[in-house]
Each structure stands twice: as C-alpha cells, then as structure tokens.
C-alpha cells in the first residue's frame, strides 16, 4: 500500500500561482510514476501531468504545457506541481496518484493508489 496526501490548494485569482504537494508513505516511493489529475464540477476526472520514476521526464496536458511544472524528490517521498498563470478553467480538485506498471500515465484507471485530493478555486 501507498498513501497519498495532497496539500497545498486554496483560491487564487486568475494569473496566480499555487503550488500543490503530495507525500507519500507506505511501500517505496521511487519505483511508481506519479501522476497529478483532477476533476472540475460535472466533469470527468481528467489528466494534468505525470513524471517518470527518476524525475528526468515530465508529461503534461496540453491545456497546461508552459504553465505547470511537476517535479519529485524520491528522497522525501514528495511530488510537486508547480501552477502559474492560472485560469478559471483550472478550478478542480486535483488528485495525485501512483501507478506502479506505468502501463498507461495519460489515464486514470492505470494508477494504483490515489490522495483523497486539494480543492483549487481560481477566480476570474
């Protein structure tokens, strides 16, 4: 088992910033690729951005390629997303989530365990 807990949301104008973490305990951390999704109201939960297990390689949405940055320190069992330029449309609650096989990160029913999420209001 991981656990996964998500910190770091709250609300933010548009063009702000947020930073969100998520710690992970349990199992090794090192040999999961970590993924960030969320799901906005009335929506389907969707994908944000992925790392591979080192580190070395990012995968992003395209709707938030340039503005979010996501990054893992496998020392401190963390991952980070890094938000700028946010936009009303970003509003969701953002989910991390560990996906041991790596089968497919783009998808959310790949992923083994997930955080109970962080609600992200941004206002316009």
């Known amino acids: 088992q991981v656990q996964l807990v998500e910190s770091g949301g709250g609300l933010v104008q548009a063009g702000g910033s947020l930073r969100l973490s998520c710690a992970a305990s349990?199992?090794?951390?090192?040999?999961?690729?970590m993924g960030w999704f969320r799901q906005g109201p009335g929506k389907e939960r969707e994908f944000v951005a992925a790392?591979?297990?080192?580190?070395?390689?990012?995968y992003y949405a395209e709707s938030v390629k340039g503005r979010f940055t996501n990054s893992r320190n496998n020392a401190e069992n963390t991952v980070g997303l890094q938000m700028n330029s946010l936009k009303a449309e970003d509003t969701a609650v953002y989910y991390c989530?560990?996906?041991?096989?790596?089968?497919?990160?783009?998808?959310?029913?790949?992923?083994?365990?997930w955080g109970q999420g962080t609600q992200v209001t941004v206002s316009s």
């Open positions: 989530a560990a996906d041991r096989d790596g089968s497919n990160k783009y998808s959310p029913v790949a992923y083994d365990y």
């Open positions: 790392i591979s297990r080192g580190g070395g390689v990012a």
């Open positions: 349990g199992r090794t951390f090192s040999p999961y690729i």
